[in-house]
């Protein structure tokens, strides 16, 4: 017990600048005193390429903590309500459509337990506060992360405060308040929720997972990563897409897999990095287009509310992991974020919410444009539900036909179905 | 390959009514010619007991089809979405809570891709849909089977018709509709969109999955027995909870339970089946008060849409397991419900629809009543999302706190709640 702790904390080892080197302590602690720069978690690689191999990965539990050596939390008994480890689907039928020929979804619609991938990075983040021995944890979110956090503090038994824009989709809001958290409703976007959240966390002593945890909990999203190159059979894909909010996912599954080359558990290998963002918030793919390398902050203005983050904390990085990769960043608009939606659950049966229909349909957008080559192992990330932003989708799917509880009220149906045009296929008669 | 095949098709080997025990093919039929007795699948468990083994199951993939050899279809290529192999939650604080010790949560609200146990049964279904010949498949669905069985034949490509009643809650509705199937709103409860589908049934060509495919359907049902078995560690539990519709879903956890005895995967053990419906469709509970062992169909009235079936398929069956397993059968109203949905978010972190809540609030009220042992290890089986039933919650769950994007707002806000008693934790100040 005290050897596997004393090994664990071994292989993680600091916080240390990303613009300057400066290392500090772990602690509750995001950025740097002298530059101001973000501050990340640093590993002891050659510890882990010693300590971990595929078969001991494989026997750990079917959750991100089969990778608990590659996260920042000291504990052997870490907060597991069997996040991560979500399916990665060859989606054949998209690929079809698309004309390309191995594609597949890691799909964390259905991530444990509150349907996004933020469970992954707040399964770590308060795990991490617990360590660090907070009793309140809160959240500046644009809806799916005040749910993960709700839900995994009263699991815990952790008290729970969090903040959202108060125009939020009504899902977010429900999927949030049943867990029993004070919500503030903040009239504002996301940036000014954001701003307001790093005042209070300069005031209260609260563990805020995106801002003083903001280190330990964005280390979550590597583990997007790991599966993605277990569930290939240990080798890395050739192009990933991903959405684009803040740039933390993107810059935290590039940093996943270069830690499997590293530690020897992958092969070397140039993966292609392709970000997607709404065109009603692109402040990234704005940048990408220019050709420039700094972000200039923008208003949002988008269905797409998961992702809509005009001031990207990690934006910069995120353009350069795409440019230095040979990637691209793209945008859509709305109505092609609803077609996206579409699209992955008429071919695939995975229902996403708006970020995930921003990701298909830029995916769709790249192949269009010669981007994608059909023969490169592509993985599209789909990182939420499309149960809790039904506003999106209500008016662009068509309505039940409804009938009696009679045969031949359903034979007129048919029939309607079919002079509509709705009915594609022909019911057979015995 | 082929002696793969061969050797699964040799463990299934026939339909049997369960009432005569007639035996028919391996067609898409469900009613004995006879005695009109219901049809099971019939495994030759000598078999299974030679070449099934705790290790083989644990080299399968981590879904339902690890269980295959136990499920009524012959392909070596299942459809496979990453159903099944939920998480089984220790609940910690939901038995401190009721004053249990040894309590679980089986979470199929989180089961994959629609976040419902009818992924388990429609993966069966479907694939041996397939297997039958079928082009296009349909179900008769208080919600969740709908969305079930669209997604599903969405990413298999099949041509698919769903019947639910018209009045279902709005998630419900549009997480079919998403998925691009045909939808028929019939005007009417679930026994009569029921009839209906029997009767279309009996002159289209399709596989309904729980009218002619219902033998193979069903069968699905049983990985929440196999399930729970291994997540304990290859034994069974004491005691489990689970709601009651159609009553399949109780008597196919039993049957898995009694197979895995019978093949030697686990002990020989008494568990104990209690189950749980809703006032306003309580059918079989009233039954069991009454001590009938036939039951009286009612017209259903409930919040609890997804379990509001009043003439129960397979209730007599259920009533018969509660009672020889000295398991219990209540009830609980439409108020319970919402308290036994909050009670579980607020302890477990875990969101469930209607007949979780039903669940739950039954499992308060044996317990209050002295009827679950607290030393007993009791799985209580949550089968459904709450994202899909809001309209349910709404109202009951709080607003949140609506303030301005500045530091002294959000201060008032707090002392306005605490104020107001909703605040039960006192902000530390750094």
């Given amino acids: 017990m005290t050897s596997a702790i004393a090994q664990t904390t071994a292989t993680f080892s600091a916080l240390k600048c990303k613009e300057c080197g400066a ?22 690689y050659n510890a882990l390429r010693r300590s971990v191999t595929r ?18 939390v000291a504990t052997d008994n870490p907060i597991d309500v069997g996040t991560g480890m979500t399916p990665l689907v060859k989606a054949n039928r998209l690929a079809r459509r698309l004309g390309l020929k191995n594609l597949y979804i890691k799909n964390d619609a259905v991530n ?44 815990a038994g952790l008290d729970c405060c969090v903040f959202i824009p108060a125009d939020l989709e009504a899902g977010k809001v429900l999927g949030t308040l049943i867990y029993g958290p004070t919500v503030m409703a903040v009239e504002g976007n996301y940036d000014q929720v954001n701003r307001l959240c790093c005042e209070v966390a300069n005031t209260y002593g609260w563990g805020f997972v995106n801002i003083n945890l903001r280190p330990y909990y ?43 080359v590293q530690v020897g558990l992958v092969d070397e290998k140039k993966v292609r990095f392709s970000g997607a963002q709404a065109e009603g918030c692109s402040p990234i793919a704005q940048a990408y287009r220019e050709d420039r390398d700094f972000i200039k902050p923008v208003k949002p203005s988008t269905i797409a509310k998961s992702i809509a983050i005009g001031n990207p904390a990690d934006g910069v990085y995120a353009l ?55 023969e490169e192992t592509t993985v599209v990330y789909i990182t939420g539900n499309g149960l809790k932003t039904q506003e999106a989708v209500q008016g662009y799917i068509g309505e039940p036909l409804t009938i009696e509880a009679k045969l031949d009220s359903f034979e007129r149906a048919i029939e309607r179905a079919r002079t509509l045009d709705r009915l594609d296929w022909q019911p057979v008669l015995v």
């Avoid at 290392?23 to 002891?44: I, Q, R």
């Avoid at 500046?140 to 956090?149: D, E, V």
């Fill in 55 to 72: 078969e001991s990965i494989q026997a750990g539990p079917n959750s991100i903590w089969r990778y608990k050596a590659f996260l920042p």
């Fill in 320 to 374: 350069d992991i795409a440019r230095k990769t040979n990637g691209n960043i793209e945008s859509v608009n709305d109505a092609e974020i609803i077609e996206g939606i579409k699209l992955l659950a008429e071919t695939e049966g995975i229902f996403t919410e708006t970020a995930g229909g921003t990701t298909v349909a830029v995916l769709k957008k790249l192949v269009e444009a010669g981007k994608i080559d059909p």
């Fill in 218 to 260: 964005s280390e979550g999203s590597k583990t997007l990563g790991y599966e993605v190159a277990e569930q290939l059979g240990w080798q890395l894909p050739d192009h990933i897409v991903a959405p684009l909010a803040s740039g933390s996912l993107f810059t935290k599954i590039y940093k996943g897999f270069q830690e499997f």
């Fill in 112 to 155: 444990m337990p509150t349907l996004s991938f933020k469970d992954r990075v707040v399964s770590v983040a308060l795990t991490r506060a617990r360590e660090l021995g907070f009793t309140t944890v809160s959240c500046a979110s644009t809806g799916n992360l005040a749910n993960s956090t709700a839900a995994i503090a009263a699991h």
């Fill in 23 to 44: 290392e500090y302590e772990l602690k509750a602690s995001h950025v740097c005193e002298f530059c101001f720069g973000p501050l990340e978690v640093t590993y002891d």
